[in-house]
């Protein structure tokens, strides 16, 4: 089955760390710039942080500036969210899929330029 796998959600204290893992499955991420979004408790889904798979450039959403790195392990198939300073917003369901990273995506993003959406991972903040 072709898709990516979201891992590494969990319950966390404010000022906590989680790291996400995005790992494809049925396919290689190589050559796929990549998305992480978020769907916060009544509210839409939006762009967090994309890499783009040929020029490696990184766009943040600018809450999450300098507190969340995104980056990409080829070999392990995988792409990670490494999340810190956890603040209570910060809570939602987060997903990746593959699609267009470009300055504008945590702006707005058209969903169906992304496919391999998976399940997501909640994200919990306590305050």
């Known amino acids: 089955q072709v898709q990516l796998v979201e891992s590494g959600g969990g319950l966390v204290e404010f000022g906590g760390s989680l790291r996400l893992s995005c790992t494809a499955s049925g396919f290689t991420l190589d050559n796929y710039d990549i998305g992480w979004f978020r769907r916060a408790p009544g509210r839409e889904r939006g762009g967090v942080s994309c890499i783009n798979s040929v020029d490696g450039n990184t766009y943040y959403l600018d809450p999450v500036k300098g507190r969340f790195t995104i980056s990409r392990d080829n070999a392990k198939n995988t792409v990670y969210l490494q999340m810190n300073s956890l603040k209570p917003e910060d809570t939602a369901v987060y997903y990746c899929?593959?699609?267009?990273?470009?300055?504008?995506?945590?702006?707005?993003?058209?969903?169906?330029?992304?496919?391999?959406w998976g399940h997501g991972t909640q994200v919990t903040v306590s305050s």
């Open positions: 899929a593959a699609g267009p990273c470009r300055p504008t995506f945590v702006d707005y993003y058209v969903p169906h330029e992304y496919d391999f």
